[in-house]
């Protein structure tokens, strides 16, 4: 076990390297010049030169390389040009929001994905598994962008059941800030008015950034579900007489889920990235929407920073994946 | 004809591929079928927002231009971004998985790790980063797209070199005196082929998604161009009155994405039979 924990820990190392290397190329290699933009139209070029001395430009590539690991390990990122406040205060302040949309959306994909899929795997060929491996292609194929606008479009400007935009209403005061969870928030303070109204924005941003991983769940799981049961022990069990429900939900699913929980795994770094739009367009004030803005704006600094955020998270998920991986199948811990 | 009555028996997959034809053809004669062309930069105040009728059977947009026309006219430039995009990004990909694949070494590793770098990075993001960098246009999205495609296909071409490189009809050209250049593109990269058209078709798809969302964020297409994402993103401002100019661009794209995912599916079925299961 330890040894398979420290062999995959030190597997991390060269990937976060190399997505130091890639982000750092993005930087240098984009023709675009950070001290003339900085300094602005009216500057001389005298003005643009000592800039660019100042940041480190006139170096070498290695030596920019070793001021911008230096920066980075640092959590430097430098100051927003849109909010004029540090980087990295602005992402640890907005990254709840991003998380709770986050979870619940993966909750949802996955609570209503593997039983889907069991149900598919169950009813192989016949119409319930026609109709969900139906919905479950539209799902991989639509714009989630546009499905947002559609559900605004139908419940919050047609049916004026759930609200449009934001994580709460402007009448309504916000609990006080303790972990930054606006859910967990009102709950601790006991404002279940507060509690009632942020969930209800969490319905529709929730329900978009789902329909995508909701999909490829429900695919996974009904793949998993059907080529257990062509094994060897459920023909056993149902010569001994198990209760089919209790074999499918139980031993069967259990022998299935390996593919489902890599793709879990992948889906959380996903959301993470799909919620980027989503955010967006229902103003969900975390990550993504920040990241839009950056990129709007042409805020370069946090462009730098929320892709490497990004880049990290899929990589401690990748390994939290494989970790969970290796605790459900043991064979692998072997093999590795 | 093995190939050819398995995947006409592939009911969905056969559902993809008409799906595919319908909109190159549409892409292809757009100008013809289009009730009204000239609507790609034309304005006609005097009939702007007018719900879905005989005249306008998708209804018209704030400049009065016939939302079906530009419906049918995205579909070319929606096309010639993802074979563009897809192009470029098996132009770098495809190399650089063949040198890995076949030469081993410091070189290999080099490639393969900042190849799995690129992967480890959302796609989107990634693209949408590089496109602001580049200075927001057309161009640059589609660059920005292609420069953050290509390690799909240097996986595949990698993992598929390794595989032939150990075969032994590479050992048997080698013994014969063939050359390095002519076993790889000559003997090697052919028998590649099959998983490259596989997920050069899924990019396809995957692409006219990803580049309507740039559209969508003014980081793609410039008006008036009738470019799907980009009308999603002016219908905005006239919701939810002109619902109709929100709905069929967006339409147009699912339909796009899913013939190109069916058709992707069946024929990945057809050259890899070990993932068939999994539909």
Known sequence: MTRYLLRRLLLTIPSLFGLLVVTFLLIYIVPSDTAAAMAGDAATPEQIARLRHEMGLDQSVLAQFGLYLDRVLHLQFGESAFSHRAVAVDIAQRLPATLELTFFALFLSTALGIPLGVLCAVNHNRWPDFLLRFFSVLGVAVAAFWVAIMLQLLFSMQLGWLPLRGELSDEMLAPPRMTGFLL?????????????????????????????????????????????LQKDFVLY???????????????????????????????FGSLIAGGVVVEAIFDWPGIGSYTVQAILTGDHQVMLAVTLMIGVVYAGVNLLTDLVHGLVDPRLMETA | MLFLR????????????????LVLLVAVLGPLLAPYPADVSASHLARRLKPPSAAYPFGTDNLGRDVLSRVILGARGALTVSLVVVSLAMTIGIPLGLVAGYRGGWMSEGIMRITDAVLALPQLVLALALAQLMSPSLESAMLALALTYWPFFTRIVYAETRRLKSSLFVDALAGIGAGTARIVFLHVLPNTISPIIVRATIGLGFTILTAAVLGFLGMGAAPPAPDWGLSIAQSRSYLPAA?????????????????????????????????????
Do not use: C, K
């Open chain 1, 184 to 228: 967990i928030d009102s709950a601790l303070a006991w404002r279940w008015d507060a509690f009632a109204d942020a969930s209800r924005h969490l319905v529709l941003p929730a329900i978009t950034l789902a329909l995508g991983g909701l999909a490829s769940i429900t695919r996974f799981t009904r793949a998993g579900v059907l080529e257990t």
């Open chain 1, 237 to 267: 069990e149902r010569a001994v007489g198990y209760r089919r429900s209790r074999m499918i939900w139980i031993y069967v699913l259990r022998n299935s889920v390996t593919a489902t929980l890599t793709q879990i795994g992948l889906l």
């Open chain 2, 6 to 21: 398995r995947f006409s028996r592939d009911v969905p997959a056969m559902v993809g591929l008409a799906i595919v034809v």
């Open chain 2, 243 to 279: 619902w109709w100019y929100a709905t069929f661009p967006g339409l147009a794209i699912l339909l796009t994405v899913m013939g190109f995912n069916l058709l992707g599916d069946g024929l990945r079925d057809i050259v890899d039979p070990r993932l068939r299961r999994s539909r």
